[in-house]
């Protein structure tokens, strides 16, 4: 499906006057992996919240040719748009194979609903599979370490059968394996997916990344691939501030390559 | 999760012990008036069960439980009313106090079947109506617990204000038959009391399938996750209003059947008191189970009846007490501690997921 990209237009958030996101146009194609960074206040978390319907914006927010502003949350999310939060938000006294289960079920009818699950779905199954947690299928998801319990907040997106994923700061508060793990899972999921992630951890936005969108304050400062926002003076001057910096500099922030 | 398929049969065995305590025993051992008392009893599970379910499960702390209790219960009273004074004729209340007649919407419970559907769909109906309007605009922990509560105080106020139609403060009472039997006749009272103990032991099977069920486990989703849900496509305001639509029905069932047994229905059993009254057991016993709720209310009825008997103004305050003890120190009712033995003598080296066992969710409190 070629019409399985996210496309803002002109995308504004505003609360009492004060401008979080500001005009956004972006457009994120399937099978890309695109990291939304800028430092804090920039309005990444703001852009997904206003696509996920959590707050309300102006502008044009199309999915799959949907425009999906004014919709109410549950609508947008049964149109394919899954996302996480920055503390992982799972059903903490189900567990993980209920927790799958349950994200699997939105389009479940009353009969169903009011049966026993017998046996465990096949996207379940996979989900599991994918995200590594078919050993803890019966462990209560309260009990998980962190990082699992982000893997597992994945996988719900998975069954959920979303086509475009918004992940805010998945691996804040994980270990390095952790993060590996989760970049490598990320990058398995995007081939048919349109997946997008706010994320404040460069390391990790430097190894697993196609692409890079920059914001500052609510607006689009850069965007392209790590490399070339890396080298982009307007970006070194937002995250080193105003002036002249050696590329020594910028590596120390921005890493090796800038 | 894994206690539930491990107490698969304990549940079955504990239904069937429920069934011969309730059809076999207690007719054996109890006298016609405390086999009596024990039905009333029963209506309050009824109750109980339907708050477990809403509360326990949904987190919906509802305070005016009463109101669908009072609509079950004035509903029969209503017909029973109709049905003593005769085809046509006035109640003799009401030709005390008035000389207008029967008011037009009595008329319709003149018949049984009517009365009989009513009780069942109206409770519901208003429930539903209540949820798609309150769960829709958010409105859910305190909020929803005050407004409910409001409402049990304005149905009170609304049936005081209305003696000619309701009876006001005294109530119905004094009825004579039920259905065509003579409620003097004790092998008719106990009938009504198998009746009662039949009608729990259905609903406590329901409430059970609701819990295991997928919906069960998305209501606990709702929650502890509200938000989370409505992320994953799903409305939860519709899986509450649904919950607490089978939770109305309960109590509005139990409320038909605590008049015939009783034998009165006044405000004093369906306002502000009475709800919390009702919720009090359901805390007790154990909120989030199955089997406390039902065990709860009836321990806390029977422990109100024994003391009253001998401590006519003690009763409020020994309840207020257990109230405080159980939310303080034991905020997953006395089930809390069933489990906790169970997961003791089952795992030795308690993992984690024991601990966590024994706290059920302090959210849950904190939003009560």
């Known amino acids: 499906m070629?019409?399985?990209?996210?496309?803002?237009?002109?995308?504004?958030?505003?609360?009492?006057?004060?401008?979080?996101?500001?005009?956004?146009?972006?457009?994120?194609?399937?099978?890309?992996?695109?990291?939304?960074?800028?430092?804090?206040?920039?309005?990444?978390?703001?852009?997904?919240?206003?696509?996920?319907?959590?707050v309300q914006a102006t502008g044009r927010a199309e999915f799959a040719g949907k425009d999906l502003l004014g919709l109410k949350v549950h609508r947008i999310a049964r149109l394919g748009v899954g996302r996480t939060f920055q503390t992982a938000t799972v059903f903490e006294e189900l567990t993980v194979l209920q927790n799958l289960d349950i994200a699997a079920g939105a389009g479940r009818s009353p009969w169903t609903l009011l049966r026993k699950r017998s046996g465990v779905p096949a996207a379940v199954e996979e989900a599991m599979e994918t995200v590594g947690l078919t050993a803890l299928a019966d462990t209560q998801a309260g009990i998980l370490a962190h990082g699992q319990k982000q893997w597992l907040e994945i996988g719900m997106l998975l069954v959920q059968d979303a086509r475009l994923l918004m992940l805010d700061e998945p691996v804040a508060g994980m270990s390095a394996e952790e993060k590996d793990e989760t970049g490598r899972l990320l990058q398995r999921i995007c081939a048919d997916r349109t997946v997008v992630v706010v994320e404040h951890d460069m390391d990790f936005m430097r190894s697993f990344a196609k692409s890079v969108t920059v914001l500052h304050a609510g607006k689009v400062l850069s965007e392209g691939s790590v490399a070339e926002v890396q080298a982009d003076p307007k970006v070194q001057e937002v995250y080193l501030g105003p002036g002249h910096h050696t590329a020594e500099e910028a590596a120390i922030v921005l890493g090796e390559g800038a | 999760m894994t206690s539930i398929f491990r107490s698969r049969y304990a549940v079955g065995i504990g239904f069937l012990v429920a069934a011969v305590l309730l059809f076999a025993v207690a007719p054996a051992v109890l006298t016609t008036f405390r086999l009596g008392l024990l039905g009333k009893y029963l209506c309050y599970a009824m109750v109980a069960v339907g708050i477990g379910l809403a509360w326990g499960r949904g987190g919906m702390l509802t305070l005016g439980q009463g109101v669908f209790f009072g609509i079950g219960a004035y509903l029969m009273a209503m017909h029973l009313k109709l049905a003593d004074a005769g085809p046509g004729a006035v109640p003799d209340f009401m030709a005390l106090i008035s000389s207008e007649g029967v008011p037009w919407w009595w008329e319709p419970f003149r018949s049984g079947t009517v009365t009989i559907i009513a009780i069942l769909v109206l409770p519901t109906l208003l429930a539903v109506l209540l949820g798609q309007a309150t769960f829709r605009r958010k409105v859910r922990g305190a909020y929803f617990a005050i407004l409910s509560q409001a409402l049990a105080a304005a149905f009170a106020i609304l049936l005081i204000g209305n003696p000619v139609a309701t009876g006001g403060s005294t109530g119905l009472n004094n009825f004579k038959g039920f259905f065509g039997f003579s409620l003097r006749d004790p092998a008719n009272r106990q009938m009504l009391y198998f009746i009662a103990a039949a009608a729990l032991l259905v609903m406590v099977l329901v409430a059970r399938q609701l819990m295991v069920s997928r919906f069960g486990e998305l209501l606990v989703a709702c929650r502890d996750g509200e938000e989370r849900v409505r992320f994953l496509g799903y409305d939860p305001a519709t899986v509450k209003t649904v919950a607490f639509a089978v939770a109305a029905m309960m109590a509005g069932v139990g409320?038909?059947?605590?008049?015939?047994?009783?034998?009165?229905?006044?405000?004093?059993?369906?306002?502000?008191?009475?709800?919390?009254?009702?919720?009090?057991?359901?805390?007790?016993?154990?909120?989030?189970?199955?089997?406390?709720?039902?065990?709860?209310?009836?321990?806390?009825?029977?422990?109100?009846?024994?003391?009253?008997?001998?401590?006519?103004?003690?009763?409020?305050?020994?309840?207020?007490?257990?109230?405080?003890?159980?939310?303080?120190?034991?905020?997953?009712?006395?089930?809390?501690?069933?489990?906790?033995?169970?997961?003791?003598?089952?795992?030795?080296?308690?993992?984690?997921?024991?601990?966590k066992d024994l706290t059920p969710e302090p959210a849950g409190g904190a939003q009560a």
């Open chain 2, 255 to 355: 409320g038909a059947l605590f008049v015939p047994i009783v034998g009165i229905i006044s405000p004093n059993d369906v306002g502000v008191v009475p709800s919390i009254g009702l919720l009090i057991g359901v805390a007790i016993g154990g909120r989030t189970t199955l089997a406390g709720p039902v065990l709860g209310a009836i321990a806390v009825a029977w422990a109100e009846t024994s003391l009253s008997e001998q401590f006519p103004s003690g009763w409020t305050y020994v309840q207020g007490l257990m109230f405080m003890l159980v939310v303080a120190f034991l905020p997953g009712g006395l089930a809390s501690l069933v489990k906790w033995r169970r997961t003791a003598k089952a795992d030795p080296p308690p993992p984690p997921a024991a601990e």
């Open chain 1, 2 to 54: 070629n019409t399985d990209y996210l496309e803002l237009t002109g995308l504004t958030v505003s609360f009492d006057g004060f401008v979080a996101v500001d005009g956004v146009n972006l457009s994120v194609l399937k099978g890309d992996l695109r990291f939304l960074i800028g430092p804090n206040g920039a309005g990444k978390t703001t852009l997904i919240d206003a696509v996920s319907g959590l």
